[in-house]
């Protein structure tokens, strides 16, 4: 079955059938280009999500060493990564789909357009020919009619017993020729319809047919990529699961891997003093100290027991205006070995300095013996480079490397000080509930800087100048941009900071300025 042998005669029908596949069409590209928009806004929002509650800095970094923040962290990755497969739904949806099939439909609009084109053009001549044929059946019918009459009146003339022989013979004359004339009409008659009738023929079983089955090829093709494009809209997203579920078993994996056991011991490291609890509080007997007849005065003045350090609050800053002749206790710099720090917290701070600047010193170790090895390659062949080039390179490796060294031999000889003295202080905590008030005033500021120190917010800074950077640890800021601080300058006029994006290293000191 086909449109041009069944529906020869349907033309509003099937010009009105095309026109609804073309507006399905159109609705599905529509639908699919909103479904980007929704996966898109979906997606900017998760990417959102993630950067507000990754956590950036010393102190984060310090948090993320317990399982549960850890976790936390890797789920906010797996979710920036899932929002990128989200992306790309969106752009393989826009470019497999939306934009393919709004070519496709450009093409099917132009096509039908020439089919139904073709149709009203074979129409329309077939109906100037109709036209003409009915324009030379009027003549033909007005020419008989008018042989009839001549005849009629030929025999008239000839019965009238009043004509003349000539008249007789004009009458005779005219009827013959209009007569003929009638019969040549009737003969241009009678092509005109058979040809009519042929080009009618055509018409119906050849011309028509043909342009009707070209609209039911078209119809169908439209049907069958409007199929495959329905099948894209799960395929596109069917082809991104398997990421999509990595992403998803990379949540409950770290949501697996948390141990709550291992946070508490990781807790108790970080923040163990190392101090022994303080002793019973003896008894003071004060009738000991009252002397007959004298005044109150001769009492000797009770004992003060200190205010313990696990229970010591934050000194507050008094409010602006207050008429207090005392001025604050302000906070001193933290000491370079530590020594504000308890003990246990003490060792550990300079055990992760001495890590820390033992690998820099084997990182730059390395480095130096790559460079003393290229140096030998261009001493014995020239042509691959100039060994002088290199020295200051090496000069300043070496420069890096000694000073590391003498870091690291300082911070050796402070964790060999702290491991030795730890019962001293042991035994120096024990004795605090009996110090004079003053010595305990000192002790509980010391203990209220360590407490402070854990307290400290993010420093940030703000860049003066840009600064590119080129070198290995170092990075690239722009001028006024906010930066967090991770390591203050230890003197080498370097810092180390984080950016918004996440990036961190090394910029020199006097590129920034403080926040207020």
Same mark, same amino acid.
């Given at each position: 079955?086909?449109?041009?042998?069944?529906?020869?005669?349907?033309?509003?029908?099937?010009d009105?059938h095309?026109?609804? @596949?073309? %507006?399905?069409?159109?609705?599905?590209?529509?639908?699919?280009?909103?479904?980007?928009?929704?996966?898109?806004?979906?997606?900017?929002?998760?990417? *959102?999500?993630?950067?507000?509650?990754?956590?950036?800095?010393?102190?984060e970094?310090?948090?993320?060493?317990? *399982?549960?923040h850890?976790?936390?962290?890797?789920?906010?990755?797996?979710?920036?990564d899932y929002?990128?497969?989200?992306?790309?739904?969106?752009?393989n949806?826009?470019t497999?789909?939306?934009?393919?099939?709004t070519?496709?439909?450009?093409d099917?609009?132009?096509?039908?357009?020439?089919?139904?084109?073709?149709?009203?053009k074979?129409?329309?001549?077939?109906?100037?020919?109709?036209k003409?044929?009915?324009?030379?059946?009027?003549?033909?019918?007005k020419?008989?009619?008018?042989?009839?009459?001549?005849?009629?009146?030929?025999?008239?003339?000839?019965?009238?017993?009043?004509?003349?022989?000539?008249?007789?013979e004009?009458?005779?004359?005219?009827?013959?020729?209009r007569?003929?004339?009638?019969?040549?009409?009737?003969?241009?008659?009678?092509?005109?319809?058979q040809?009519?009738?042929?080009?009618?023929?055509?018409?119906?079983y050849?011309?028509?047919?043909?342009?009707?089955?070209?609209?039911?090829?078209m119809?169908?093709?439209?049907?069958?990529?409007?199929?495959? @494009?329905?099948?894209?809209?799960?395929?596109?997203?069917?082809?991104?699961?398997?990421i999509?579920?990595?992403?998803?078993? @990379?949540?409950?994996?770290?949501?697996?891997?948390?141990?709550?056991?291992?946070d508490?011991?990781?807790?108790?490291?970080?923040?163990?003093?190392?101090f022994?609890?303080?002793?019973?509080?003896?008894?003071? %007997?004060?009738?000991? @100290?009252?002397?007959?007849?004298?005044?109150d005065?001769?009492?000797?003045?009770?004992?003060?027991?200190?205010?313990?350090?696990?229970? *010591?609050?934050?000194?507050?800053?008094?409010?602006?205006?207050?008429? $207090?002749?005392?001025?604050?206790?302000?906070?001193?710099?933290?000491?370079? %070995?530590?020594?504000?720090?308890?003990?246990?917290?003490?060792?550990?701070?300079?055990?992760?300095?001495?890590d820390?600047?033992?690998?820099?010193?084997?990182?730059?170790?390395?480095?130096?013996?790559?460079?003393?090895?290229?140096?030998?390659?261009?001493?014995q /062949?020239?042509?691959?480079?100039?060994?002088?080039?290199?020295?200051p390179?090496?000069?300043?490796? $070496?420069?890096?490397?000694?000073?590391?060294?003498?870091?690291?031999?300082?911070?050796?000889?402070?964790?060999?000080?702290?491991?030795?003295?730890?019962?001293?202080? $042991?035994?120096?905590?024990?004795?605090?509930?009996?110090v004079?008030?003053?010595?305990?005033?000192?002790?509980?500021?010391?203990?209220?800087?360590?407490?402070?120190?854990?307290?400290?917010?993010?420093?940030?800074?703000?860049?003066?100048?840009?600064?590119?950077?080129? /070198?290995?640890?170092?990075?690239?800021?722009?001028?006024?941009?906010?930066? *967090?601080?991770?390591?203050?300058?230890?003197?080498?006029?370097?810092?180390?900071?984080?950016?918004?994006?996440? %990036?961190?290293?090394y910029?020199?000191?006097?590129?920034?300025?403080?926040?207020?």
């Amino acid at each position: 079955m086909d449109w041009g042998t069944d529906l020869w005669d349907q033309y509003d029908h099937i010009d009105k059938h095309t026109q609804s @596949g073309l %507006d399905l069409l159109d609705r599905y590209i529509k639908f699919v280009k909103e479904r980007t928009e929704v996966e898109q806004t979906y997606a900017k929002q998760l990417r *959102s999500i993630t950067k507000k509650y990754a956590k950036r800095g010393s102190k984060e970094e310090l948090e993320c060493k317990f *399982s549960n923040h850890g976790s936390f962290q890797e789920i906010l990755n797996e979710m920036n990564d899932y929002a990128g497969q989200r992306e790309l739904i969106a752009e393989n949806m826009m470019t497999s789909v939306c934009v393919e099939l709004t070519k496709y439909l450009q093409d099917l609009k132009q096509e039908r357009k020439s089919h139904l084109s073709d149709a009203k053009k074979a129409q329309q001549i077939l109906e100037s020919n109709f036209k003409h044929l009915e324009s030379t059946k009027k003549r033909y019918a007005k020419e008989w009619a008018e042989a009839e009459k001549a005849s009629q009146q030929a025999e008239k003339t000839e019965s009238d017993l009043n004509a003349t022989k000539l008249d007789v013979e004009k009458a005779k004359q005219h009827a013959h020729a209009r007569t003929h004339t009638a019969e040549e009409c009737r003969n241009d008659y009678a092509a005109e319809l058979q040809k009519y009738n042929k080009e009618q023929n055509f018409f119906y079983y050849t011309e028509i047919p043909q342009v009707f089955n070209k609209l039911q090829d078209m119809d169908e093709r439209r049907i069958r990529r409007l199929a495959e @494009g329905y099948c894209q809209f799960s395929d596109i997203e069917t082809n991104v699961l398997p990421i999509i579920s990595k992403c998803l078993d @990379g949540i409950t994996s770290a949501g697996k891997r948390i141990d709550e056991k291992q946070d508490s011991v990781l807790f108790i490291e970080q923040h163990k003093s190392g101090f022994e609890r303080p002793a019973d509080v003896e008894f003071e %007997d004060y009738t000991q @100290g009252i002397k007959p007849a004298t005044s109150d005065s001769s009492l000797n003045p009770p004992k003060v027991r200190t205010k313990l350090w696990p229970f *010591s609050k934050k000194h507050k800053k008094p409010h602006v205006g207050a008429t $207090n002749s005392c001025q604050p206790d302000l906070k001193p710099p933290p000491a370079e %070995d530590f020594s504000h720090l308890p003990p246990e917290q003490r060792k550990n701070r300079l055990k992760g300095k001495i890590d820390d600047i033992a690998k820099d010193l084997q990182k730059y170790r390395d480095q130096s013996e790559a460079l003393e090895k290229m140096k030998g390659v261009y001493v014995q /062949n020239a042509q691959l480079g100039d060994p002088s080039s290199l020295e200051p390179q090496i000069t300043e490796t $070496n420069q890096i490397i000694g000073r590391l060294t003498g870091e690291l031999g300082k911070y050796e000889a402070w964790f060999s000080e702290a491991v030795g003295g730890e019962e001293s202080s $042991n035994a120096v905590n024990n004795n605090t509930q009996h110090v004079p008030l003053a010595a305990d005033h000192q002790s509980h500021n010391s203990y209220a800087e360590f407490e402070d120190d854990f307290d400290d917010v993010e420093r940030q800074c703000t860049a003066l100048y840009d600064f590119q950077g080129n /070198n290995e640890g170092t990075i690239s800021i722009t001028a006024e941009e906010q930066l *967090s601080v991770v390591e203050e300058d230890q003197g080498d006029g370097w810092m180390r900071v984080v950016r918004s994006n996440g %990036d961190e290293g090394y910029i020199p000191s006097s590129y920034v300025k403080p926040n207020p």
